[in-house]
């Protein structure tokens, strides 16, 4: 089993700033690409930013130039920087990780348990 745990989040004025982290664990051979996803209230998850084992990273349109994001191979943890912080940026964040299983040796999708970030003055 592999489990993704976030932390961070929490309740930013408009131009702030906010740092998550998400920290894989469990049986894993292996973790290649990581990502941030987001889900406003009454809309789809949609893809924030990806970052593959290699460091080559993608970002949605919305938050390129504002949000990086960047991974510790050796803690096998994920994190995402937020600048310049927007109302519309509001959303409950997930994690997400293609990690190999050491027991099965197959590539599983795994998520984080979501964390609530709050964009407002």
């Known amino acids: 089993q592999v489990q993704l745990v976030q932390s961070g989040g929490g309740l930013v004025q408009p131009g702030g700033s906010l740092r998550l982290s998400c920290a894989a664990s469990g049986s894993i051979f292996r973790i290649n690409t990581m990502a941030w996803y987001r889900q406003a209230p009454g809309k789809e998850r949609g893809l924030v930013a990806t970052i593959t084992s290699g460091g080559n990273t993608n970002y949605a349109d919305s938050v390129k130039g504002r949000f990086t994001i960047s991974r510790d191979n050796a803690k096998n943890t994920v994190y995402l920087q937020m600048n310049s912080l927007k109302p519309d940026d509001t959303a409950v964040y997930y994690c997400?990780?293609?990690?190999?299983?050491?027991?099965?040796?197959?590539?599983?999708?795994?998520w984080g348990q979501g964390t609530q970030v709050t964009v407002s003055s």
């Open positions: 997400n990780a293609q990690a190999i299983n050491t027991m099965t040796l197959l590539r599983y999708t795994y």
